[in-house]
């Protein structure tokens, strides 16, 4: 069976949903790991959208922004970005997916600045409602693909926070939200220590291995255990994957 290193991670994304949450979907990839979330393990989970969109079935079309006429028609609610910031702020949000520029081994995210911030080599988009997503949802899972340059030892500015200097760091300055709880890359899939909140391997993807994730790390990459292959896709995610994105725009 073949696949894209993309479609593992739709399907590696559309697991960390569990069933009845409350999710703050985005766009590009975990889009389509909502819609096969809902359409396998989580049918009663809800996707929030930024632009004021709510949504209890997954788009029938492919939408290319989250404004497009595919995601606005059958909405469950169509509201005010304010109305759905407030979900998040009166920590009702399980879950909310990011991604990012840069990502660091206690999964804090710039998109933001690369380079010293007043003077900055590279000027990034921003926040968006990363920043958010990332203080007030009880926990959030971070995709994007892995390099390393972009998986440093320490980001060159915090846009949105994962656990920051690690421990007990978020408790200690305020952030409600429970932080990053997963990692999920071109390479595999990391989680967060209960204790240090450090990322660590949890598996890598088929045709990698802890060395070739370690590669492509700029910290010394811890390692589980139990550390295994990332699940191969079964043939009836995959079907779902590539039924709700058919021309391969997300994942090929």
């Not at 595919?70 to 509201?79: R, V």
């Not at 892995?146 to 690690?166: A, L, M």
């Not at 760091?169 to 909140?197: D, N, Q, Y």
């Not at 292959?229 to 590539?242: D, G």
């Amino acid at each position: 069976m073949t696949y894209t290193d993309r479609e593992l991670m739709v399907i590696a994304a559309a697991r960390e949903i569990r069933d009845g949450e409350l999710v703050f979907v985005g766009m590009r990839l975990p889009l389509l790991a909502f819609a096969l979330a809902k359409r396998t393990h989580a049918p009663r989970a809800l996707g929030l959208f930024e632009n004021g969109i709510v949504r209890e079935q997954p788009a029938p079309d492919t939408p290319f922004t989250m404004s497009d006429p595919p995601n606005i028609a059958g909405a469950l609610w169509s509201t005010s970005t304010g109305n759905i910031m407030a979900l998040l702020q009166q920590g009702l949000v399980e879950m909310g997916f990011i991604g990012g520029a840069e990502v660091d081994r206690y999964g804090n995210l710039n998109t933001s600045y690369i380079g010293d911030w007043k003077h900055p080599t590279v000027k990034l988009p921003g926040s968006g409602g990363g920043a958010d997503i990332a203080s007030l949802a009880k926990r959030f899972v971070i995709i994007m693909p892995q390099e390393k340059h972009r998986f440093r030892e320490r980001v060159d500015y915090i846009t949105s926070p994962g656990h920051g200097d690690g421990g007990d760091w978020r408790r200690k300055v305020g952030l409600r939200g429970g932080g990053p709880s997963a990692l999920i890359t071109t390479l595999g899939v990391f989680r967060f220590h209960p204790e240090t909140k450090e990322a660590y391997l949890a598996s890598f993807h088929p045709g990698q291995s802890v060395e070739s994730v370690r590669a492509q790390t700029g910290w010394d990459l811890k390692v589980a255990l139990d550390v295994a292959p990332t699940p191969e896709p079964s043939a009836p995610e995959l079907e779902i994957v590539r039924a709700s994105d058919p021309e391969g725009f997300w994942t090929r």
